[in-house]
């Protein structure tokens, strides 16, 4: 099992800047993709960003320019830095974990609340 755990979330300004993290534990091994993925009360789930492990980024046209998303291996730590954030990014955003040989739709963590408001 991989366990995962979000965090990083909170109330932020719009035109301001959070970091999310994404930590992980358990059987940390042969993860070949990490995602970040949001979803606002009454809308779909969506892919906002991914790197795989070759470091391979993609990101949602929504967030491209503004996003970066990183990991570091020596801390098992998935990162999401969130620029020039709206309203519109207000979501919980949750992280999601792929490996060799685990569940075809990755492991998942809890969740953490992301709120753009002045």
């Known amino acids: 099992q991989v366990h995962l755990v979000e965090s990083g979330g909170g109330l932020v300004q719009p035109g301001g800047s959070l970091r999310l993290s994404c930590a992980a534990s358990?059987?940390?091994?042969?993860?070949?993709?990490m995602r970040w993925y949001r979803q606002a009360p009454g809308k779909q789930r969506e892919l906002v960003a991914t790197?795989?492990?070759?470091?391979?980024?993609n990101y949602a046209d929504s967030v491209k320019g503004r996003f970066i998303i990183s990991r570091d291996n020596t801390k098992n730590t998935m990162y999401l830095q969130m620029n020039s954030l709206k309203p519109e990014d207000t979501a919980v955003y949750y992280c999601?974990?792929?490996?060799?040989?685990?569940?075809?739709?990755?492991?998942w963590g809890q969740g953490t609340q992301v709120t753009v408001s002045s």
């Open positions: 999601m974990w792929q490996r060799l040989g685990g569940p075809l739709n990755g492991y």
């Open positions: 790197i795989t492990s070759d470091g391979i980024t």
């Open positions: 358990g059987s940390i091994f042969n993860i070949y993709a």
